[in-house]
């Protein structure tokens, strides 16, 4: 194994004991947290022909078209959600007037900050 093998995998290891056993948010999981949350807010209008992908471009079926974003770039920057408007836009942090899902009750802070924490941690397919 090459050195830069060995430093790759470490490093690797370091960061996955860091998030399971640091003080900060638990791990969220891709698939049983933010993948409901998504099903229930966003893919009513985020389906191919629906309101929002038709005006945006983006398409919420899978994790790998929720990663593509719009037609003009992603909309989930990992491990930085201030700079993600998949998460700015249900906070209500790029304008309240635009806030997804558009025109319907806002999520829960909780379900807010199970988006926050997922991009956070890296915004895996975990
Ligand atoms: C009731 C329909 C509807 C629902 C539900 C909905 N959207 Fe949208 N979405 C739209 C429409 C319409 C647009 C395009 C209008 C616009 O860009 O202002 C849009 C655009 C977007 C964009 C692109 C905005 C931009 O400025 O590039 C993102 C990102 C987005 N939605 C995310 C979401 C997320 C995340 C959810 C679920 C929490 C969601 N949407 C739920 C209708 C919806």
Same mark, same amino acid.
Request: one cysteine or more; proline letters at 6%.
């Given at each position: 194994?090459?050195?830069?093998t ?11 004991? @860091? ?20 099903? +229930?807010?966003c ?19 899978s994790?790998?078209? @929720? ?8 909309v ?5 959600? @201030?700079?993600s ?7 209500? +942090?790029?304008?309240p ?20 924490n997922?991009i ?7």
């Open positions: 194994m090459s050195r830069s060995t430093l790759l995998l470490s490093s690797t290891l370091c960061t996955s004991l @860091l998030m399971g056993c640091s003080a900060g948010p638990a791990p969220v999981s891709f698939k049983s947290e933010v993948k409901p949350l998504v099903e +229930k807010y893919t009513e209008c985020h389906l191919p022909g629906g309101a929002g992908a038709e005006a945006s471009g983006f398409i919420t079926d994790y790998e078209n @929720l990663m593509k974003g719009t037609k003009f770039g992603p989930v920057v990992a491990g930085d959600p @201030l700079s408007s998949f998460y700015r836009l249900i906070a209500g +942090k790029v304008d007037s635009i806030r997804m899902p558009h025109g319907k009750e806002a999520l829960s802070e909780v379900e807010i900050a199970t988006v926050e997922w956070t941690q890296g915004a895996g397919n975990n």
